[in-house]
């Protein structure tokens, strides 16, 4: 993969469920670019509506529907409009997710350890199964679940978001072997440290607070102490979350399920 790689989906359709995040606007801004039409996903209905704004540029078709991924109705009704407004989806990137806090694992919060299972494990099955049966019903497509380098290996002072991203994988590899026979693609995408941004800025400070063994307490020192950690010694970029994305769904990926793409600047 190249720096902005470009591949064509020129009449088909993505699907992207956390679709108002900084992931998921890439993305979005990837495909559509690249002649695909876009559903955006989300709990927020305002940055939806923005996007589907700056998207219109595109000239594709677009669709924004309210979900909550953790709710198996809410995400069928989602699925049932989006194909209402656009008809066929080809391709869905199984994005939503949320970090949880950051603290010592005999200090772990348990209400949120259930939230961070209840979005990024049980939020993500339930988009994986209606994403299958609608690819199933339509003679196939791809799926790229959202995983982490945290489910690779496991970070400090992030014990749920590592326990969901090691799920997201182990369901990424068994879906594609219940999957291939229906001409169904599922891969997942695990990217290390990607920023700048609120994101990366969040990682920082947090990781700092704990006062661990592993990051000092001033959030400037953990950046290059996080940034060190990396081979290649420097963040990746929305932009290359793009390009991973866009590989896994395109046909230069066609004989590619079960992968997991670990974007982690060179290890």
Same mark, same amino acid.
């Given at each position: 993969?190249?720096?902005?790689?470009?591949?064509?989906?020129?009449?088909?359709?993505?699907? +992207?469920?956390?679709?108002?995040? @900084?992931?998921? =606007?890439?993305?979005?801004?990837?495909?559509?670019?690249?002649?695909?039409?876009?559903?955006?996903? @989300?709990? &927020?209905?305002?940055?939806?509506?923005?996007?589907?704004? %700056?998207?219109?540029?595109? &000239?594709?078709?677009?669709?924004?529907?309210?979900? /909550?991924?953790?709710?198996?109705?809410?995400?069928?009704?989602?699925?049932?409009?989006?194909?209402? *407004?656009?008809?066929?989806?080809?391709?869905?990137?199984?994005?939503?997710?949320?970090?949880?806090?950051?603290? $010592?694992?005999?200090?772990?919060? !348990?209400?949120?350890?259930? =939230?961070? +299972? /209840?979005?990024?494990?049980?939020?993500?099955?339930?988009?994986? $199964?209606?994403?299958?049966?609608?690819?199933? /019903?339509?003679?196939?497509?791809?799926?790229?679940?959202?995983?982490?380098?945290?489910?690779?290996?496991?970070?400090? &002072?992030?014990?749920?978001? !590592?326990?969901?991203?090691?799920?997201?994988?182990?369901?990424?590899?068994?879906?594609?072997?219940?999957?291939?026979?229906?001409?169904?693609?599922?891969?997942?995408?695990?990217?290390?440290?990607?920023?700048?941004?609120?994101?990366?800025?969040? #990682?920082?400070?947090?990781? !700092?607070?704990?006062?661990?063994?592993?990051?000092?307490?001033?959030? $400037?020192?953990?950046?290059? #102490?996080? +940034?060190?950690?990396?081979?290649?010694?420097?963040?990746?970029?929305?932009? %290359?979350?793009?390009?991973?994305?866009?590989?896994?769904?395109? /046909? %230069?990926?066609?004989? +590619?399920?079960?992968?997991?793409?670990?974007?982690?600047?060179? *290890?």
């Amino acid at each position: 993969m190249t720096a902005n790689a470009t591949y064509s989906f020129e009449g088909k359709t993505i699907l +992207i469920t956390g679709g108002a995040g @900084d992931i998921g =606007k890439a993305t979005a801004q990837r495909f559509a670019a690249n002649g695909a039409g876009v559903v955006l996903l @989300d709990l &927020n209905e305002t940055k939806m509506a923005e996007m589907v704004q %700056e998207l219109e540029e595109y &000239n594709v078709p677009l669709g924004a529907f309210q979900c /909550d991924v953790t709710l198996a109705d809410s995400v069928a009704n989602a699925f049932s409009g989006a194909m209402a *407004q656009v008809g066929q989806i080809d391709y869905i990137f199984n994005n939503a997710g949320y970090q949880g806090v950051f603290a $010592k694992t005999d200090e772990y919060p !348990a209400d949120d350890f259930q =939230k961070v +299972i /209840d979005i990024n494990v049980i939020g993500v099955f339930h988009v994986l $199964k209606a994403a299958a049966q609608h690819l199933r /019903d339509s003679g196939g497509g791809a799926i790229v679940n959202m995983a982490s380098h945290a489910g690779v290996d496991g970070p400090p &002072n992030m014990l749920a978001y !590592a326990a969901s991203k090691f799920a997201v994988i182990g369901m990424t590899q068994t879906a594609a072997k219940d999957l291939a026979a229906y001409g169904i693609r599922v891969n997942s995408l695990s990217p290390s440290l990607i920023g700048p941004g609120v994101m990366w800025t969040r #990682q920082t400070e947090l990781q !700092a607070a704990v006062g661990s063994q592993y990051f000092d307490l001033d959030p $400037k020192v953990v950046e290059q #102490q996080m +940034i060190n950690s990396v081979p290649m010694r420097r963040l990746g970029s929305l932009e %290359e979350v793009a390009n991973g994305v866009s590989f896994l769904m395109s /046909d %230069e990926a066609s004989y +590619i399920t079960g992968f997991n793409l670990d974007i982690t600047g060179g *290890q």
